[in-house]
């Protein structure tokens, strides 16, 4: 029956999650002190040894002692060591080996497995990380799978106050965590002023920047300011660090301010109290409960976010918020109008978190209606010594009830054709097409290079939904382009971008246009113009002749003295050459290298 019942009680151990923990979270010292930590089994599990592995901070900690803890009281520990970084542990590693000897003897959690004593040597914190973790079952001394280990930690200085805290961004929040898109965007310094920290990477799932006050009072000036880390979980975290954590501050409640770069700032609806021992606290700012109700959130669900659209930070969301999106629209990077935080200035920043804030009711928007785009009516153009590509891009509906709101057209380019960054570089303009130059300026453009070889036209209507051009079903033109072109006899590479999906608006600038259709644009050449044109006279016949241009067919022309208005003698030429049997006597003749799309 002991057999039975030992066999029982093994599979029990194997079967359930296995724990180790680092006690007390955190630990707090002064610089200089000991500082002693337990590890201990946090479940009920038999074993006969262990074996851990804890990495620490040698500028911040030095290792003093171990011993063995309660669970080992009385047991015939026949194997112990302590092994603290060179020759036989890593540099700023300790590992403590305890295992009981002799057959079918153990011992049984929940308990002390270890105590641990380090010195303190200068203020900052340190993890007490666990690297490894083994625990050996009684019967044959086999390590028991699946053990988890909980991290210690120790904050060394005066007057620590530290705790969980949590919050939202309306901008990038989706399905209850916030989207990571701008990380690799984020800079390494700071944002703000008040704290103008600078760290050595951002880690992955940071959101982005935030700053943390502390207040006496509920509109008064910060006492503390920290820049801090937000997670896509809502986590928030001074840098290297579980939790938020501020040193040197009175231990009394405080009001806590959140601020971010785009969004409205909020405020703890009371003071609340952060620890200075023990296990820190939550600050749970996605519950409207903890939150001044002064406005600057909005109910997602169950939770509530900070709102998306004050550009500025002046703590109003108004139209020079809106006036920045105007100046940024249509370019990407670390952005203060990019309110929903993936590192692009686009309509669904303006129409789906500016104007968002700007309505009483919060509805979901709708996708109905489509918008197709499409390419047109490529042409060459001489402007004193500049050749210039015309060409038209067009709308038309996808289907029915398309009314035409808020939008952007991405127009990727070869850029050794065009250059790179045409709009800095002043060689593009573009014109209000027939679609809505009847209306402008209720459509505003808005003309911005989105990468070097994309350029990002934005269509913003500022009318009422009831003034918005409803799309017509054959595709009409939305606006005219002129690019200057750097180098002929180069592919022009023309071609919508992707970002275009889910930007396009109705005239409610609420509802989005859906499907939005483009294609693929039209890899023409753009072509030289032919030269050493020669031209000979056999009787009444004339040759002529000319430089092939790669990849043209070419078209002729010819005008008299008497006709001098060009005429088309031939088109399609196929080759560098043309004999013509005219009679008349003077003729004069034009040769045009023809790609397609466009001649020259």
């Not at 971010?260 to 409960?289: E, I, Y």
């Not at 009318?463 to 051009?469: E, F, L, V």
């Not at 043309?578 to 466009?598: H, L, P, Q, V």
Request: charged share 15%; proline share 6%; net charge negative.
């Amino acid at each position: 029956m002991s057999v039975l019942t030992l066999g029982l009680m093994t599979w029990g151990a194997l079967c359930s999650a296995v724990s180790v923990s680092i006690n007390p979270y955190p630990k707090t010292a002064l610089s200089g002190q000991a500082v002693p930590v337990t590890v201990n089994l946090d479940t009920a599990t038999q074993i006969r040894g262990v074996q851990i592995r804890i990495a620490y901070n040698t500028d911040l900690l030095s290792f003093a002692s171990a011993t063995r803890g309660t669970l080992f009281t009385g047991l015939n520990v026949g194997w112990w060591r302590a092994f603290n970084g060179e020759p036989n542990e890593d540099p700023g590693v300790l590992r403590v080996e305890c295992i009981i000897f002799g057959a079918g003897i153990f011992t049984t959690g929940p308990g002390n497995l270890l105590n641990l004593t380090f010195n303190a040597l200068a203020e900052g914190y340190s993890e007490l990380s666990i690297l490894e973790i083994k625990l050996y079952e009684p019967v044959n001394g086999t390590i028991i799978p699946g053990v988890s280990g909980t991290n210690g930690a120790v904050i060394i200085g005066p007057n620590p106050a530290y705790a969980y805290a949590k919050c939202w961004l309306q901008g990038p929040y989706q399905d209850a965590v916030m989207s990571t898109a701008l990380n690799s965007r984020i800079p390494l310094t700071s944002p703000y002023p008040a704290d103008p920290i600078i760290v050595t990477s951002i880690p992955t799932g940071v959101v982005d920047w935030v700053l943390v006050e502390l207040r006496q009072s509920l509109n008064g000036p910060a006492v503390k300011s920290q820049a801090m880390w937000l997670f896509s979980d809502g986590s928030v975290k001074s840098p290297g660090k579980p939790f938020m954590l501020f040193m040197n501050t009175a231990s009394q409640a405080w009001y806590v301010v959140v601020k971010a770069r785009n969004h409205l700032s909020l405020k703890s609806s009371s003071p609340l109290s952060l620890s200075s021992s023990g296990t820190p606290p939550l600050l749970d700012f996605r519950l409207s409960s903890n939150v001044y109700p002064d406005g600057s959130t909005i109910q997602l669900g169950a939770y509530c976010a900070m709102k998306a659209g004050d550009a500025n930070q002046d703590g109003v969301i108004n139209f020079t918020d809106r006036n920045l999106w105007r100046i940024q629209a249509g370019t990407k990077g670390y952005l203060s109008a990019d309110f929903d935080l993936d590192g692009k200035v686009l309509p669904r920043d303006l129409n789906l978190c500016w104007r968002t804030n700007s309505r009483v009711d919060n509805p979901e928007p709708a996708m109905r209606g489509g918008i197709n785009f499409s390419l047109a009516d490529a042409e060459l153009e001489q402007i004193g010594d500049q050749t210039y590509l015309k060409i038209r891009i067009k709308a038309a509906a996808a289907n029915e009830n398309s009314p035409l709101g808020t939008g952007v057209v991405l127009l990727n380019y070869d850029q050794l054709s065009f250059g790179e960054n045409v709009c800095a570089s002043a060689a593009v303009s573009v014109l209000p097409g027939a679609l809505i130059s009847a209306t402008f300026p209720v459509y505003q453009l808005i003309v911005n290079d989105y990468e070097p070889g994309c350029l990002a036209i934005t269509y913003e209507f500022t009318g009422t939904a009831n003034a918005g051009i409803q799309l017509p079903s054959a595709a009409a033109e939305l606006m005219q382009l002129r690019l200057r072109i750097a180098d002929l006899n180069h592919y022009a590479g023309l071609g919508f971008g992707p970002d275009m999906q889910n930007q396009q608006f109705q005239a409610d600038n609420f509802n989005l246009l859906s499907p939005v259709n483009s294609n693929p644009g039209d890899e023409f050449l753009l072509p030289g113009s032919p030269q050493g044109l020669s031209l000979q006279h056999v009787g009444t016949a004339k040759y002529l002749s000319w430089q092939a241009v790669a990849g043209c067919s070419y078209k002729l022309y010819y005008s008299t003295p008497q006709n001098p208005a060009w005429q088309i003698l031939a088109a399609n030429v196929q080759t560098n050459s043309w004999t013509d049997y005219a009679d008349e006597i003077i003729r004069f003749y034009k040769i045009t290298a023809n790609s397609g799309n466009s001649e020259k």
